[in-house]
């Protein structure tokens, strides 16, 4: 078969070549085997039983599905449950099982790939949605033969490159580094949470490649390119030589990094940032460290709650959080308060369905809503700085009140601490994220409230542009280098400086070598960037005046459309630092 090329969002950098893994979530893996006669009716028990838990979770769902957003909607579950009494459907089942001697899940699978594509056939809305209810069935009567729940990534027994339709935040707390060469997915934009797990993985990946699990096979050569956002499929022999080529050029742009985790973010005139990392599990402060960054400026707490699959209690939260402090100590950590909801569900946990859940109950919403849960993380938070310094981070702050209230509840958990003779150590820091346009345009108002601010630039960008951030449909739609964007960052800056607060940055724009220049001369404070990117991002600094930046961001800012400041990001970057990975390994 030819060499397929596709292009999808380079999300942590590198160049791999290897043998695909192929992993879906909805698909399990199992073997095709053949059942003496004697057994069968065994078989067909074991299936029978399987449809039975297959009725009653539909069942459950459709329920909850009811009460949640209505009947209309639940009903979608009976052609489901129908096809579980559907004679034709399950009279075939049954059939082949006695007759062909296959074992159930085999069976079950060829028989509704069989009605899928007799039904997508026919054309018509109608039967393309009996298709997908009949191969929806056919998963779960199969997982439920095989007692698994939904599936997660585990462990690679051997090198590869993990091809899988999503990386989920239940995955990445089973899939280790090891052995994992890239990764490269279908689903997932540029700012998603695959995205951001995948970097947290320090492999390169690339994401939202649409169709790449149906393309490949198993132990096919795959190259992907984190750096450009190409995945080559079963690459010709010249491919491989050129990407061999190309690897080997950026694995001495690396050696070229060498030693530069014990140097400073520095400008060439001595201007100052702080270069920080972000992490969503403790395991990460060891990449924190290696790489050179001075501190945390984002650690995502929710990660501890879905890596638990349940709510940490307040003394589990004092562990986790004690050992990043301690470990990154003297310098600090700023604990951004659970940032649940969006696409960071906790699969378990009672959350009603929303149809625009970026915009629905999450992040400091459902801290509000949820005082225990609040009172709690505060109370671990405070417990634990008592290790080192330490900051508070509130996400999706969109206005005033809201930063009142968080702050109300903060007081109210120190005093109790106090009465109950704990010492407070030492100040903790309360910031708000600037993630939100309506926290942009009140940010001198914010400024007065808090102690910093952090723009995220990941939300503020898909809500300011309209443009969800994990649809990759809407990709070509999602920029966060657009002048709208640069114009809130500079007023935020502004706000913050004009109030004397540190304004720092921890959206994913802050990684971009396109952007460094420009955020700099901005005048952002902190940059927080995966523990992978430091070094780049320390590099560019240390190589460039503050003098410059400051000319080019004001340049930057005159400039009217989304395309015209990239180019000009890259004409100007180019110039200065022209043996950047971005310009070679295309
Ligand atoms: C952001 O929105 O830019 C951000 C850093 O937060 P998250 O990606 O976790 O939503
Ligand atoms: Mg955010």
Not at 548 to 571: H, M, N, P, S, Y
Request: hydrophobic fraction near 40%.
């Amino acid at each position: 078969m030819p060499e397929q090329v596709l292009t999808g969002i380079p999300t942590a950098p590198g160049i791999a070549i290897g043998e695909v893994f192929l992993f879906r979530h909805d698909e399990p893996e199992f073997r095709e085997f053949c059942i003496l006669e004697s057994r069968r009716d065994e078989e067909i028990a074991r299936f029978e039983e399987s449809r039975g838990e297959t009725r009653r979770q539909l069942a459950t769902l459709r329920e909850n599905l009811a009460h949640q957003v209505g009947e209309a909607v639940a009903r979608i579950f009976d052609a489901q449950i129908a096809i579980l009494e559907d004679e034709e459907f399950i009279g075939a089942v049954l059939d082949r099982i006695g007759r062909d001697g296959l074992n159930a899940e085999s069976v079950v699978r060829r028989t509704a790939e069989q009605f899928h594509n007799k039904f997508i056939s026919l054309d018509e809305e109608l039967f393309r949605q009996r298709a997908q209810d009949v191969r929806d069935v056919g998963r779960r009567l199969v997982k439920n033969l095989l007692g698994t729940g939904d599936r997660t990534v585990g462990p690679l027994d051997q090198p590869a490159v993990l091809v899988t339709d999503d990386l989920l935040p239940s995955d990445v707390v089973h899939l280790l580094r090891e052995n994992v060469q890239a990764v490269a997915t279908d689903l997932g934009g540029a700012a998603s949470h695959t995205a951001i797990i995948t970097r947290s993985l320090e492999v390169p990946a690339v994401v939202g490649l649409k169709e790449l699990t149906r393309l490949v096979h198993s132990q096919d050569r795959i190259i992907v390119n984190g750096n450009s956002g190409k995945v080559i499929v079963r690459p010709s022999g010249p491919t491989v030589r050129s990407y061999r080529a190309k690897l080997a050029r950026y694995e001495e742009y690396q050696r070229g990094l060498a030693g530069i985790e014990r140097l400073p973010a520095v400008t060439l005139d001595d201007h100052r940032v702080a270069l920080r990392a972000n992490i969503e599990l403790p395991r990460e402060v060891d990449a924190v460290i290696s790489h050179g960054a001075e501190g945390i400026g984002l650690f995502r707490s929710e990660y501890l709650f879905l890596a638990r699959n349940r709510l940490p209690s307040e003394e589990e939260q004092i562990a986790d959080y004690q050992q990043v402090i301690k470990s990154v100590a003297p310098h600090p950590v700023t604990i951004r308060t659970y940032d649940l909801g969006g696409d960071k569900m906790f699969p378990n946990h009672p959350h009603p369905a929303e149809a625009n859940p970026f915009m629905g109950w999450r992040a400091v919403r459902v801290s509000l809503d949820q005082p225990l849960l609040l009172r709690t993380q505060l109370r671990a938070i405070l417990r634990a700085a008592a290790a080192g310094p330490t900051r508070i981070m509130f996400p999706l702050i969109s206005d005033l009140q809201e930063v009142r209230q968080v702050k109300g509840y903060l007081e109210e958990v120190k005093s109790e601490l106090k009465e109950g003779g704990f010492t407070l150590q030492s100040e903790v820091a309360v910031g708000a994220m600037i993630e939100l346009p309506s926290a942009a345009v009140m940010a001198d108002k914010l400024a007065r409230e808090v102690d910093f601010f952090s723009i995220g630039t990941n939300d503020l960008t898909q809500f300011t542009l309209a443009v969800d951030r994990g649809n990759e449909r809407v990709r070509r739609l999602y920029r966060p280098l657009h002048p709208a964007l640069i114009r809130m960052v500079r007023m935020t800056i502004e706000a913050g400086h004009a109030a004397g607060i540190e304004v720092a940055m921890c959206g994913e724009l802050s990684a971009s070598p396109l952007a460094t220049m420009l955020l700099v001369g901005l005048g952002v404070d902190e940059l927080s960037v995966s523990p992978v990117a430091v070094p780049e991002i320390k590099k560019i600094i240390r190589s460039m005046s503050y003098r410059d930046a400051v000319a080019l961001a004001g340049q930057a800012l005159e400039l009217d459309t989304a395309d015209e400041l990239d180019e000009f990001c890259r004409e100007e970057m180019k110039s200065r630092f022209a043996d950047l990975p971005i310009w070679f390994s295309g």
